[in-house]
């Protein structure tokens, strides 16, 4: 599996800000709408472009455009929520699908309860935002789905990634790409990622 840890220094910077433990719902909210966008201008490096003739001011110019890829952003709720406005800003006109799983606290396993996916799906590049890969059992669950229908090109943009949950994703799904501000020295006795940013679906909401 493909894993780009990004190592730009605003990308650095950002993340750091976010481990604070004095941080606001809007300072949170902020910053993971930022490192969206961040993640998603690396993760869109090598969308194929096409030179087209246009009519421009001094009369015919060519141009680089992107491909007529389709793509579809898919956050995972709750908490990928907080990096779509980010990710849109870049992409705009973006179809979204959206798959609510939760993680179970007892057992850590991810639990389904909604899923809205954009149409022809299978045809489309399918960007995944989730800010936490912990035991990588809600991406996991995630991509099985987005499979099933069809997904064959699909890219992950986490926040922080856990080594753990890194191995168990490349193990279940090698042929897609993670994205990852950074990744973080493990998972404690809860399922929690260290140093990691705490629940950051309660942060996002203001939950807690
Ligand atoms: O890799 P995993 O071990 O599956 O853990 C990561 C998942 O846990 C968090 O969601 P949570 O269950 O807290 O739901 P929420 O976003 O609604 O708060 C997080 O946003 C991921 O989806
Ligand atoms: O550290 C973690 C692990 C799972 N979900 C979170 O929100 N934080
Ligand atoms: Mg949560």
Request: glycine content about 8%; proline content about 5%; hydrophobic content about 45%.
């Amino acid at each position: 599996m493909k894993v780009v840890e990004v190592t730009h220094p605003l990308v650095q910077h950002k993340i750091g800000l976010l481990r604070a433990a004095d941080i606001s719902t809007r300072q949170f909210r902020q910053l993971a709408t930022e490192l969206g966008s961040l993640l998603t201008y690396e993760a869109t490096k090598d969308l194929p472009t096409e030179r087209v003739s246009i009519a421009a001011w001094s009369g015919s110019c060519d141009i680089e455009q992107i491909q007529g890829k389709k793509v579809t952003v898919v956050p995972i709720l709750r908490a990928g929520l907080g990096m779509l406005d980010g990710v849109l800003d870049l992409i705009p006109s973006a179809r979204i699908s959206v798959v609510g799983i939760y993680r179970d606290e007892e057992t850590l396993q991810p639990v389904p309860y909604f899923q809205k996916l954009a149409p022809e799906i299978a045809q489309r590049l399918a960007i995944i935002i989730d800010p936490m890969l912990a035991t990588g059992g809600s991406m996991i669950a995630t991509i099985d789905l987005l499979k099933k229908q069809g997904c064959q090109h699909i890219k992950a943009l986490v926040l922080v990634a856990a080594p753990e949950g890194i191995r168990a994703l490349a193990a279940a799904h090698p042929d897609i790409e993670l994205y990852t501000a950074a990744v973080d020295q493990g998972l404690n006795e809860k399922g929690y990622i260290l140093p990691g940013l705490g629940d950051a679906g309660d942060k996002l909401f203001g939950t807690k």
